[in-house]
């Protein structure tokens, strides 16, 4: 089906006029976009992307060394002024280096630019390094990654580091080559670990708009559109994909064309055996699965209703609910409809009805937009907003609809997000009462769930509201309980940066506080994270971050994620706290009730599981974490057991990590628990 752009161009606002799709598929194939800057006369293509913080550093009193140079093209010809020269390495695969000193070693180092060659498609730098050192003995590893392969501008930037000295690395099949590189000096973010840290920056070949963690390898696998870094004039039947393993520092690109699927703006759920099924978006009918135990897409079965900015979630059984999706396909009728994996076949549930949860949103295909959703107890899902009414959805039969009440006695929150961080508790928080063009709420609810069909219980003004109003914000529940809030902005302005949150926040319970908790702000970061921005909890406790933007020419593309790492991981000098280790995990899978064994290499005072994230658009309807009662075996050693919550959906099937804390509230990196339907 080809998608009706007509609603993407209104999305837009102001995307210039409608170009031939082969002539502009060519213009960003070769880094030629219309979006240009002058390079010493030069016009290059800048891929949309905002420079980073601060101010370039002059570069009369630069010193440069190489690990090669060509015949005629020298090290300091990387950065002389001149449009016709540039530095080039030797041919060959071996990784070259270019080290500049900066002269002093109190700038405050924020990013860089790089301009390829310009005179020919050659001697492209894609895999690379940057690191920043003092005294050119000792390095920090600041950025790394991927880039596009085209003469497009290349851009890293990074939490502002103090240093002299940066060194970047690359290598390429016909050695590398800059005609121009320019390094940013910012305002310097005073460390502070009891606030986390930040870094290293993740350089990505597109813009991620939707990820998920892989649950067998925890490689983040991520996508934008058809093109890297656009999705207008559409070109259906692709997307484009990277996949980044930080174990290995490896970033590498693909384009999955096989399912025939631009799997823009979907609907995301993770299935009981840790495979991603992707629905809908620009594609509306569309459904592609992502296998995690070969790494292969594949077609999944067609929807029964074409759906762009839908939400799904796996219910206790197995199978996967999804309803709403106006953005793409038509406005309205979007009611529920369930996938069973075992026959690859959806199956529509009218009786789950899209009207109930609508918005009062000014565009009415935003109405029935990116649901709070939360698979629960006997195949039912409770929907906890962007609407003020929440309600409860079955999925036998025909389907049914039930109210839940009202979830904060305040206005609609589109764009905001909601966590399952405690069994049964959700927290919501954020957004706006409509898509864009609307002022964010810093309000904060906790909801709570027990037996299906019954009103929640809901606390307003949980922890007395956000430090921040936030809206296209992202947000992750760690191993503590607490919830990691980050980036937004104070207006929803898609594709602007205007009013962007740069300070995230976390969340910490505390039922003892009327309020149920507290909101502290943490360390202040550097990039802007607001619309088309995605984060994911990794299997060591810390947090991806990354995206925004894709929109082509607008300068919000940020081709990029970023680390950050919690406290709970960091000694008072910023060092690693040492961490308690879970040696082994009883094997094969587990349902509602058995118990799990476990050993570790020292005595642990708390433990939990939390399911794998998936993400898009605000949405996570996969993370969930469940506080586990941990039982030390008698005269055993650092024997524990536990057992899975005992009715079937509390804990949905699928892969969770398994965390297990110390005393000092620091977690292990965790291992894997499969729960079954």
């Not at 392969?149 to 590398?176: E, H, T, V």
């Not at 009891?194 to 996508?223: F, N």
């Not at 976390?506 to 702000?521: A, H, Q």
Request: charged share 20%.
């Amino acid at each position: 089906m080809k998608p009706d752009w007509r609603v993407a161009l209104l999305f837009l606002g102001t995307v210039r006029a409608a170009r031939e799709m082969s002539e502009l598929e060519a213009l960003y194939q070769e880094g030629t976009t219309p979006d240009t800057t002058d390079v010493d006369g030069t016009k290059v293509a800048t891929l949309s992307q905002p420079l980073p913080q601060g101010k370039p550093i002059p570069r009369d009193t630069w010193q440069v060394d190489c690990t090669s140079e060509a015949d005629g093209h020298t090290c300091k010809q990387s950065f002389d002024g001149n449009n016709s020269t540039y530095w080039q390495s030797l041919n060959t695969t071996t990784a070259q280096n270019i080290t500049i000193n900066l002269g002093k070693a109190d700038w405050n180092i924020s990013g860089l630019t790089v301009v390829p060659r310009q005179d020919q498609q050659a001697a492209l730098i894609e895999e690379h390094q940057i690191f920043v050192s003092t005294n050119k003995e000792d390095w920090t590893l600041v950025a790394y990654g991927t880039w596009w392969p085209d003469k497009s501008q290349k851009l890293s930037a990074f939490q502002p580091q103090k240093a002299q000295y940066l060194r970047l690395s690359a290598s390429a099949p016909n050695g590398i080559a800059i005609q121009d590189i320019k390094i940013y000096n910012s305002v310097y973010i005073q460390a502070n670990p009891a606030l986390g840290a930040w870094g290293p920056t993740i350089d990505l070949p597109l813009v991620p708009v939707s990820g998920a963690v892989d649950v067998q390898t925890g490689e983040v696998v991520g996508w934008s559109s058809w093109g890297y870094n656009i999705f207008v004039e559409g070109k259906s039947g692709k997307t484009q994909t990277t996949t980044w393993n930080g174990g290995k520092q490896s970033v590498t690109r693909r384009t999955v064309d096989e399912t025939e699927h631009d799997m823009f703006c979907p609907g995301i759920s993770i299935d009981q055996d840790g495979k991603v099924i992707v629905t809908g978006g620009v594609d509306a009918g569309q459904t592609s699965i992502y296998n995690t135990s070969n790494h292969e897409w594949y077609e999944g079965g067609m929807m029964n209703t074409f759906r762009g900015y839908q939400a799904t979630t796996t219910l206790s059984d197995g199978r996967i609910f999804v309803i709403g999706g106006s953005w793409n396909g038509g406005v309205g009728l979007k009611n529920g409809e369930v996938y069973n994996p075992e026959t690859n076949a959806w199956e529509k549930i009218n009786g789950a009805q899209a009207s109930k949860m609508l918005t009062d949103d000014q565009r009415t295909y935003r109405q029935d937009n990116h649901a709070w959703l939360f698979g629960w107890t006997g195949g039912s899902v409770f929907q906890a907003g962007p609407s003020e009414m929440m309600n409860w959805f079955g999925t036998s039969g025909s389907g049914t609809t039930a109210p839940a009440g009202n979830r904060t006695g305040d206005k609609d929150a589109m764009c905001g997000n909601a966590v399952m961080y405690e069994q049964g508790k959700i927290l919501g928080f954020g957004g706006s009462p409509d898509y864009e063009n609307s002022e964010a709420t810093k309000y904060a609810a906790i909801i709570e769930i027990g037996k299906v069909n019954e009103t929640a219980k809901v606390t307003q003004n949980a922890g007395d509201g956000m430090q921040y109003k936030r809206t296209f914000h992202s947000s992750v529940v760690l191993p503590d309980g607490t919830v990691f809030v980050h980036g937004g902005q104070v207006v929803g302005l898609p594709f602007k940066e205007d009013q962007a949150q740069m300070t995230p926040e976390l969340f910490t319970p505390d039922p003892s506080n009327s309020s149920g908790g507290k909101w502290t702000p943490l360390l202040t970061n550097t990039i802007v994270r607001v619309y088309h921005s995605i984060a994911l909890l990794l299997q060591d406790g810390t947090v991806f971050t990354g995206g925004g933007g894709l929109c082509g020419d607008c300068e919000a593309n940020h081709f990029d994620g970023q680390i950050y790492t919690p406290a709970y991981l960091l000694k008072e000098d910023g060092s690693p706290r040492t961490r308690p280790t879970i040696n082994t995990v009883s094997s094969g899978p587990v349902k509602a009730g058995d118990t799990v064994e476990l050993t570790t290499d020292s005595d642990i005072k708390s433990a939990s599981i939390i399911r794998y994230g998936s993400t898009t658009h605000t949405v996570n309807t996969d993370q969930r974490r469940i506080a586990v009662d941990l039982k030390k075996a008698d005269g055993d050693g650092n024997k524990y057991t536990f057992l899975i919550p005992g009715e079937a959906g509390v804990a949905l099937p699928g892969y969770y990590m398994l965390f297990v804390l110390n005393g000092d509230g620091t977690p292990s990196h965790s291992k894997n628990v499969h729960v079954v339907a």
